[in-house]
């Protein structure tokens, strides 16, 4: 597909609001799941510490 001027793209034919709300909530939906599981694995990091030290004790 091939687009004559920066407006033509963005305004993608009269799909722009769909193409650009999935394209929005695909990477709000990627950046929550990587967050999550970003503090998902640093709490665990965190009950392997705690366990260790108190396996030590």
Same mark, same amino acid.
């Given at each position: 597909?091939?687009? +004559? &001027?920066? &407006?033509?793209? $963005? ?5 722009? &609001? ?6 929005? @909530? &695909?990477? =709000?939906? @990627?950046?929550? =799941? @990587? =967050?999550? +599981?970003? #503090?998902?694995? #640093?709490?665990? $990091? %965190?009950? %392997?510490?705690?366990? #260790?030290?108190? +396996? +030590?004790?």
């Amino acid at each position: 597909m091939s687009f +004559e &001027t920066i &407006t033509a793209f $963005l305004a993608m034919g009269g799909y722009a &609001t769909y193409v650009f709300a999935s394209y929005g @909530l &695909t990477v =709000l939906t @990627l950046g929550g =799941l @990587l =967050l999550a +599981e970003s #503090r998902r694995h #640093r709490a665990w $990091l %965190q009950r %392997q510490g705690s366990r #260790r030290r108190s +396996e +030590e004790a």
